[in-house]
């Protein structure tokens, strides 16, 4: 006779090593006028608290000055993650942030040389030079596990997102919103996969 808890056991162990079911959010992002928008956050608020040390984002924490302008336009980095400042141009740049998620200022460094700044609350950043004033970037600093930027489709794709409610915010630097921002509830079922579309109000034409 096979002992009920040797089975019981067995079960147990098997139940744990099979993945827990997850659903894949696809998110397309349009202006007003249909057309797509590259460069917007989407974020999904589930309730479970995130920063650097649960979660890792599979792109570089990085913003380079190259050409005279910033190589990245909107970076998403977790709360508590570091951001490298490469600069790569033959000029000296000088940057800096007034934001109320982090102000900080990386006096002129040159060539080859970099810093690094610590993003230790949620929010947004938005990046500046000293020395040339068209330069612009943003990060967004969040504690969710569940974020991504569009692409030049306007698309992103979010896996592994647990079943139940979450809520959708998406944001740009260009939405006539308040902070940039616009949320709506979100019922996510247990597996497969949902779509959604959502319309931002730009000020004028997205980066791409």
């Given amino acids: 006779m096979i002992d ?3 089975l019981a056991a067995g079960l147990a162990a098997a139940l744990s090593s099979c993945p827990a079911a997850a659903t ?3 998110v397309i992002v349009r202006d007003s006028g249909g057309n797509v928008v590259p460069n917007a956050v989407v974020m999904l608020q589930d309730g ?3 920063s650097a ?5 599979p792109w570089p924490y ?3 000055q190259q050409n005279i302008q910033f190589t990245r336009y909107v970076l998403i980095v ?3 993650a570091q951001v490298s400042f490469p600069n790569r141009d033959k000029v000296r740049h000088h940057v800096y942030s007034f934001s109320k998620a982090k102000r900080f200022e990386l006096k002129l460094y040159g060539q080859e040389e970099a810093r690094t700044v610590t993003f ?3 929010g947004v950043v938005a990046l500046g030079c000293n020395i040339h004033d068209p330069m612009t970037a943003f990060i967004m600093v969040v504690d969710t596990r569940f974020a991504a930027r569009t692409d030049a489709s306007g698309r992103v794709s979010i896996t592994g997102v647990p079943g139940g409610n979450v809520n959708l915010r998406v944001w740009h630097p260009l939405a006539r919103a308040p902070g940039g921002e616009q949320a709506q509830p979100l019922s996510v079922p247990a597996s ?3 779509a959604r579309v959502v319309s931002l109000n730009l000020r004028s034409a997205a980066r791409g």
Avoid: M, N, S, W
């Fill in 4 to 6: 009920r808890r040797i």
């Fill in 192 to 194: 497969g996969a949902i």
């Fill in 120 to 122: 230790d609350k949620p």
């Fill in 53 to 57: 040390r649960t979660v890792k984002f």
């Fill in 78 to 80: 977790p709360v508590g």
């Fill in 48 to 50: 479970t608290p995130a």
């Fill in 24 to 26: 894949t959010v696809d």
């Fill in 62 to 64: 990085v913003v380079a």
